[in-house]
């Protein structure tokens, strides 16, 4: 069976722009944790919080996140602790005007002061002073394996997320696609309804003079050829069979853009149905199809 044209079964391996990752590794003296959180965006937003000792290098962690997380709103936040024998001091002046100013804005903004005030103030910028950091190769190469593995954790939590996606992706795609044979069954009989809907309307306008009956017939033809369906449904079978072929892409690539581009289209054929076809029997289902694609719009916003 060809997984992708069946309407039950997906192969897909899709990601969600919504992901998680924490790693920890001791690296020379000092343990190591990496920290990574995704959220959905059109485009790449990344912001990495790295301890002063690894900020000579954040270019090269911002090109590994980068080229393993793609797209989406990403934020990296690299921690050191349990640090021993390294050469660190306290800037004690500079954390009491953290906390004086942290203090003021928790009473402005009437909020009650946090436990853990000694945490916060050793996390902020350059509370904490290392002395001169000279940091060798083998500590960046530990480094840069342990991003690469927190972003590896990121893409298993994007994967699993998609695997749901998909399944509504699926179920709503179905839906569409199992409206359009009814439309088609239903076609015949607006067609009858739309020609003695005609053929009253000209006999009313125009009582009493003779119509030429071959003239009527190429009249109705015209109207009836322009307010004909058959390339819209044909085109909307179509798409929807190319967004499921695309769902069961299994090369790795991003298709969340694609599968947007495949969905206008989807929805510009919908619309056109609706708009030519003139019969409420067939307008119900158009309003379930456009539902159901909303639906899919909206999920597609979160997948990469």
């Not at 990496?34 to 000579?56: G, H």
């Not at 793609?70 to 009491?96: C, F, P, T, W, Y």
């Not at 969340?256 to 609706?274: A, D, V």
Request: proline residues 3%; glycine residues 4%; negative net charge.
């Amino acid at each position: 069976m060809d997984l992708c044209l069946d309407k039950n079964k997906t192969i897909a391996m899709l990601r969600s722009m919504t992901g998680f990752g924490r790693v920890q590794k001791n690296i020379g003296n000092a343990s190591v944790s990496v920290m990574i959180r995704t959220l959905n965006n059109k485009q790449l937003d990344l912001s990495a919080k790295l301890p002063f000792r690894y900020r000579e290098r954040e270019s090269a962690i911002r090109d590994i996140a980068t080229k393993a997380l793609q797209r989406g709103k990403i934020d990296i936040n690299i921690i050191i602790e349990d640090m021993a024998n390294i050469d660190a001091s306290v800037n004690s002046i500079l954390a009491g005007k953290y906390f004086e100013e942290l203090s003021s804005l928790g009473k402005t903004l009437n909020l009650a002061p946090p436990a853990n005030w000694l945490e916060i103030l050793i996390r902020m910028p350059e509370v904490v002073g290392y002395g001169t950091v000279v940091v060798e190769d083998e500590e960046w190469n530990s480094l840069f394996d342990l991003v690469r593995k927190a972003c590896e954790a990121t893409d298993a939590f994007r994967v699993s997320e998609g695997e749901a996606l998909t399944d509504d992706l699926v179920q709503h795609l179905n839906i569409i696609e199992s409206l359009i044979p009814e439309i088609e069954a239903l076609d015949p009989e607006r067609k009858q309804l739309m020609q003695e809907r005609l053929q009253k309307e000209l006999q009313e306008s125009l009582p009493d003079i003779p119509v030429d009956q071959s003239r009527l017939e190429q009249e109705l033809f015209y109207y009836l050829d322009k307010l004909d369906i058959s390339e819209e449904k044909v085109r909307l079978n179509k798409h929807v069979s190319y967004f499921r072929e695309t769902l069961a892409l299994d090369n790795g690539e991003p298709v969340g853009k694609k599968l947007g581009f495949i969905t206008q289209e989807i929805g510009r054929e919908i619309n056109t149905l609706g708009n030519k076809s003139n019969f409420f029997e067939i307008q119900k289902r158009i309003v379930v199809m456009k539902d159901e694609l909303e639906k899919i719009k909206e999920q597609l916003a979160n997948i990469l």
